[in-house]
């Protein structure tokens, strides 16, 4: 005769040894959300459009904004065009780095781009967004759905020369590469041009005084490998504090809006 402790002891293993795979199955017919969404911690919010707008757009020289075209962040859905353009630039705020593999909810970096940046890189950069607003992905899956498109070519290089302003007053960005996760508000107007593949050390570059090459693609996918660099050539003094003093009102309305939207350098 066996004990009812013992009996009860066989079944619950019984019932484990069968749980377990039927959980192993469930959990790959269940929307992936189920396991994947974010914390409150790094979820995003939604900007007020005008700010949001303003912001982006203060990424381009003053001569190239009335007709660009203006994307703003739905948290919920991905991009979307909230003001379309004629003269094939693009401007935004991205707020998600795929590179980094984490999610975040204080990174904000105004990026414009010609019609081959937009063609090419913006392309990686809504598709992260959809994905992240779908709440079906965690960070480090969506980094590998890049990193495997890059491969299979589906995601491609800028096939020429081209440029992306970064002048906007202000900006809260990784200062590092991968996989340094720390982020800073900084003040440092510039321009960046496409250079897929390389490395600082291919141009003997000055991350001091510039120019240099910023290519954290290469960080995840090997040096030499990354399709997304640029070399960036700051601002010289005296434009950036021009940047700044005609920006005064915008910087004022960020830091309003959220404190760690203040330059700390």
């Known amino acids: 005769m066996i004990h009812s402790t013992n009996l009860t002891k066989a079944f619950a293993k019984g019932l484990c040894i069968l749980f377990v ?24 919010e939604k900007w007020p459009p005008d700010l949001e707008r303003d912001f982006a757009l203060s990424a381009l020289p003053p001569h190239l904004r009335k007709e660009a075209t203006v994307y703003l ?91 992306s302003y970064m002048l906007a007053p202000l900006m809260r960005v990784y200062p590092g590469l991968p996989p340094n996760n720390q982020v800073m508000s900084m003040s440092m107007p510039h321009y960046m041009f496409y250079a897929p593949y390389i490395n600082n050390a291919d141009i003997g570059g000055d991350t001091t005084n510039g120019p240099f090459v910023n290519n954290p693609s290469n960080a995840v996918l090997g040096d030499g490998k990354g399709p997304y660099g640029f070399i960036i050539m700051p601002a010289g003094k005296a434009e950036q504090a021009e940047i700044v003093k005609a920006g005064s009102d915008l910087l004022k309305r960020l830091a309003a809006y959220k404190p760690y939207l203040k330059a700390s350098m």
């Open 21 to 44: 795979p039927i959980l192993s199955v469930l959990s790959l017919l269940l929307p992936a959300k189920a396991f994947c969404q974010e914390t409150a911690a790094t979820k995003l």
């Open 73 to 163: 962040l739905d948290p919920t859905k991905g991009y979307y065009i909230a003001k379309k353009g004629t003269n094939g630039f693009i401007c935004y705020i991205e707020r998600t780095s795929w590179e980094w593999g984490v999610f975040r909810k204080d990174v904000a970096a105004p990026i414009s781009y010609d019609a081959e940046g937009a063609r090419t890189i913006f392309t990686v950069v809504m598709d992260v967004a959809a994905m992240r607003a779908s709440g079906k992905y965690t960070a480090k899956q969506i980094q590998g759905i890049v990193i495997d498109k890059i491969k299979k070519g589906i995601y491609k290089a800028p096939s020429r020369s081209g440029i």
